[in-house]
C-alpha cells in the first residue's frame, strides 16, 4: 500500500503538466501528500476496523481538509449521510490499494472493492475500476506473471492493456481512463521507479496516475527501500499510524 501513497507523492508537484520531463527528481520540497493517500488510508483504516468505508472516509476528509478533493466528493464527505452520487471519476479506484493486501480471496477482493467504491462513487465504470486495481494487486502478489494478469484483467474487465494506451497531454479523470493507462505502466515497467515515471510522464492527473500504479507496481516489482523511508516522512502522525496498523497487520517491516 506504500507504493500507492509514494506513487501520490511523487506525482503531486506534476499535476496539470503536459509531459514532466522523464529524469525529474523523485522526491521534491514541492511534494506533498494528497487526497489519493488520504483517502487510501481512510479505507485501509477501515478495513482494519469496522468496515465502515463512509464514516471512515469522511473522518479522515475533515481532518485532513485542503489536500485536492473533487468538489463533489468533498460536498459528499462533508455532509452526513449524503447518498452516493453516480460518480465516474478516478476517486474511487485511487483509494482502494489496501483491498488487493488484505483480501483473502478473490471474491472477497471484487466484493470489497465494489462496496468501497459504492458509498460515493456507485457509476458501474468506478466500481469495475476499483475491482480491477484490487484484482491486480491480488493476483500480483500472489506471484501470477505479468502476462498471465494481463490477461485476467482484460478478459473480466475488457481492457486494452497495450502500451498505445500510454498517451501524454491528457487530464482524463475518469476512472476507466485513469485506471487503463495506470496498469499499463505496472506492466510494462522493468521496476517500481520505472513504473512511476511512466505514469507521471503522462501528464494531467499526475498524481492520481501514480497512486495507481504505485499501488500496482509495488505488488509486481516491490516498491524500493529509499522510496519507503522517504514517503513516510512526509506524512502526519495519525496517518503514519494507519499504514504501521496495516503493517503489522501485513506482517511486513516498519
Same mark, same amino acid.
Given at each position: 500500500?506504500?507504493?500507492?501513497?509514494?506513487?501520490?507523492?511523487?506525482?503531486?508537484?506534476?499535476?496539470?503538466?503536459?509531459?514532466?520531463?522523464?529524469?525529474?527528481?523523485?522526491?521534491?520540497?514541492?511534494?506533498?501528500?494528497?487526497?489519493?493517500?488520504?483517502?487510501?488510508?481512510?479505507?485501509?483504516?477501515?478495513?482494519?476496523?469496522?468496515?465502515?468505508?463512509?464514516?471512515?472516509?469522511?473522518?479522515?476528509?475533515?481532518?485532513?481538509?485542503?489536500?485536492?478533493?473533487?468538489?463533489?466528493?468533498?460536498?459528499?464527505?462533508?455532509?452526513?449521510?449524503?447518498?452516493?452520487?453516480?460518480?465516474?471519476?478516478?476517486? *474511487?479506484?485511487?483509494? +482502494? @490499494?489496501?483491498?488487493?493486501?488484505? %483480501? #483473502? /480471496?478473490?471474491?472477497?477482493? $471484487? !466484493? =470489497? &472493492?465494489?462496496?468501497?467504491?459504492?458509498?460515493?462513487?456507485?457509476?458501474?465504470?468506478?466500481?469495475? *475500476?476499483?475491482?480491477? +486495481? @484490487?484484482?491486480?494487486?491480488?493476483? %500480483? #502478489? /500472489?506471484?501470477?506473471?505479468? $502476462? !498471465? =494478469? &494481463?490477461?485476467?484483467?482484460?478478459?473480466?474487465?475488457?481492457?486494452?492493456?497495450?502500451?498505445?494506451?500510454?498517451?501524454?497531454?491528457?487530464?482524463?479523470?475518469?476512472?476507466?481512463?485513469?485506471?487503463?493507462?495506470?496498469?499499463?505502466?505496472?506492466?510494462?515497467?522493468?521496476?517500481?521507479?520505472?513504473?512511476?515515471?511512466?505514469?507521471?510522464?503522462?501528464?494531467?492527473?499526475?498524481?492520481?496516475?501514480?497512486?495507481?500504479?504505485?499501488?500496482?507496481?509495488?505488488?509486481?516489482?516491490?516498491?524500493?527501500?529509499?522510496?519507503?523511508?522517504?514517503?513516510?516522512?512526509?506524512?502526519?502522525?495519525?496517518?503514519?499510524?494507519?499504514?504501521?496498523?496495516?503493517?503489522?497487520?501485513?506482517?511486513?517491516?516498519?
Amino acid at each position: 500500500m506504500l507504493g500507492a501513497i509514494a506513487g501520490d507523492i511523487i506525482g503531486s508537484r506534476f499535476e496539470g503538466e503536459s509531459e514532466p520531463p522523464r529524469d525529474f527528481a523523485l522526491f521534491h520540497p514541492d511534494c506533498r501528500f494528497t487526497d489519493d493517500s488520504v483517502c487510501t488510508l481512510a479505507v485501509a483504516d477501515a478495513l482494519m476496523g469496522a468496515r465502515d468505508f463512509a464514516a471512515s472516509l469522511r473522518a479522515f476528509v475533515r481532518r485532513h481538509p485542503n489536500r485536492g478533493y473533487g468538489g463533489m466528493f468533498l460536498d459528499w464527505a462533508l455532509t452526513d449521510d449524503a447518498p452516493a452520487y453516480g460518480s465516474w471519476g478516478n476517486g *474511487a479506484p485511487m483509494r +482502494v @490499494a489496501a483491498v488487493g493486501w488484505l %483480501a #483473502r /480471496s478473490e471474491t472477497e477482493a $471484487l !466484493e =470489497l &472493492a465494489a462496496a468501497q467504491a459504492a458509498v460515493s462513487h456507485n457509476h458501474p465504470d468506478a466500481v469495475a *475500476a476499483s475491482q480491477a +486495481v @484490487a484484482l491486480a494487486i491480488l493476483l %500480483a #502478489r /500472489s506471484g501470477l506473471p505479468r $502476462l !498471465e =494478469l &494481463a490477461r485476467r484483467l482484460a478478459d473480466d474487465f475488457d481492457y486494452d492493456l497495450a502500451e498505445s494506451v500510454l498517451k501524454p497531454g491528457d487530464f482524463d479523470i475518469s476512472a476507466a481512463g485513469t485506471v487503463l493507462p495506470a496498469l499499463t505502466a505496472a506492466l510494462t515497467a522493468v521496476d517500481w521507479e520505472d513504473a512511476i515515471r511512466t505514469a507521471v510522464c503522462l501528464g494531467g492527473d499526475t498524481d492520481t496516475l501514480a497512486c495507481i500504479t504505485g499501488a500496482v507496481a509495488e505488488a509486481i516489482h516491490g516498491l524500493p527501500d529509499h522510496v519507503s523511508k522517504i514517503a513516510r516522512s512526509y506524512l502526519t502522525a495519525d496517518l503514519y499510524g494507519v499504514l504501521s496498523r496495516f503493517e503489522v497487520a501485513m506482517h511486513l517491516p516498519t
